[in-house]
């Protein structure tokens, strides 16, 4: 099974979970006598203070006439009232009436408690990755049912230079994507934390720079670009890695593209980088930036015997000025 399948098997099990839960089983929801639209639909006008049946129907993705049935219901049970728009007379706006406003706060005060005591048993760091995360699903379910392009990747940024707890996360990724996918040790991992300790003392030199890919304030990827170590003003990339959750998102090449300007910029007669064969998706993203496999061996330079692979991307403007 896939990463992919495994997290739609996941959430379709947890979504499942979550609706017989939060009570979305019963004919009415939330200490109430009414059905979830019913809910859903004072709760939108309360969020709204005003708005229209037409409103409503888009907002909860049911029928019209469903809708309908279910506003004349809430208005004959006075938790609703229409009043002519002042922009429009021939436009009706919904309010909560006194009755409504009790209702609602009840509900409120309801869920609140449910919410409150299910988040206190989870740990600081679970809330706020429940909170960012369903927040996020959400809007992504949004967009898939009014077919719009979201804001998938709205929340990423990218900044460079060193970034407190940066050396800890990067190995934290590489340790656990190698380990999980090609079986890599503690051998690969304490490498990578030294590569990168001595990297980051070196970043005050203007031929090194790393980039990293962050999300609600957490590295969520990486590259970077060594200019010192191979010598003969050639540029090394480095410690190229994604988070399991922004891998397929473009973050990658986003990332490779920041790195290949900086090369471009410092004018580095070349780009090495050192890989191995089983990185497919990988070598399809460095190829599509000019790299080509220069050299292929067996080694064991990351603790186990591989098909190592070098690639090399040639700066042409370089070499064409000599």
């Known amino acids: 099974m896939t990463s992919e399948q495994q997290h739609i098997k996941n959430i379709r099990a947890a979504s499942r979970l979550m609706v017989r839960e939060l009570g979305f089983m019963n004919q009415n929801l939330a200490a109430t006598d009414y059905p979830p639209s019913a809910v859903h639909a004072m709760l939108e006008v309360e969020a709204h203070g005003s708005m229209t049946a037409a409103q409503l129907v888009q907002i909860l993705g049911l029928e019209k006439s469903s809708v309908s049935r279910m506003l004349a219901k809430l208005v004959e049970a006075g938790e609703l009232e229409e009043n002519p728009s002042a922009d429009d007379a021939r436009t009706k706006l919904l309010s909560l009436t006194g009755k409504g406003k009790k209702t609602v706060q009840n509900i409120n005060a309801y869920a609140d408690q449910r919410v409150a005591a299910a988040l206190?048993?989870?740990d600081p760091f679970s809330q706020e990755a429940v909170s960012k995360g369903l927040s996020s699903y959400a809007s992504a379910l949004k967009a898939c049912r009014e077919n719009t392009p979201g804001e998938v990747h709205q929340s990423f940024k990218i900044v460079t230079g060193y970034h407190a707890g940066m050396i800890g996360r990067i190995t934290e990724m590489h340790g656990s994507y190698y380990a999980r996918e090609h079986n890599f040790g503690n051998f690969f991992e304490a490498k990578v934390a030294a590569g990168l300790a001595?990297?980051?003392?070196?970043?005050?030199?203007?031929?090194?720079?790393?980039?990293?890919?962050?999300?609600?304030?957490?590295v969520v990827?990486?590259?970077?670009i060594d200019g010192e170590d191979l010598g003969n003003n050639e540029a090394h990339l480095r410690w190229f890695i994604l988070d399991d959750g922004c891998r397929g998102?473009?973050?990658?090449?986003?990332?490779?593209?920041?790195?290949m300007k900086f090369c471009d910029e410092q004018n580095f007669s070349s780009v090495q980088l050192w890989t191995f064969n089983k990185l497919t998706t990988a070598r399809r993203l460095y190829e599509s930036f000019g790299f080509e496999l220069s050299k292929e061996w067996e080694g064991d330079q990351w603790g186990s015997t591989i098909t190592e692979q070098q690639f090399t991307r040639i700066n042409l403007a370089y070499h064409s000025s000599l």
């Open 198 to 218: 001595d990297f980051s003392a070196r970043l005050d030199k203007p031929c090194n720079q790393i980039w990293l890919a962050m999300m609600n304030e957490r």
């Open 249 to 259: 998102s473009g973050l990658g090449r986003k990332l490779i593209s920041e790195a």
């Open 120 to 122: 206190n048993k989870l």
């Open 221 to 224: 990827g990486s590259v970077a």
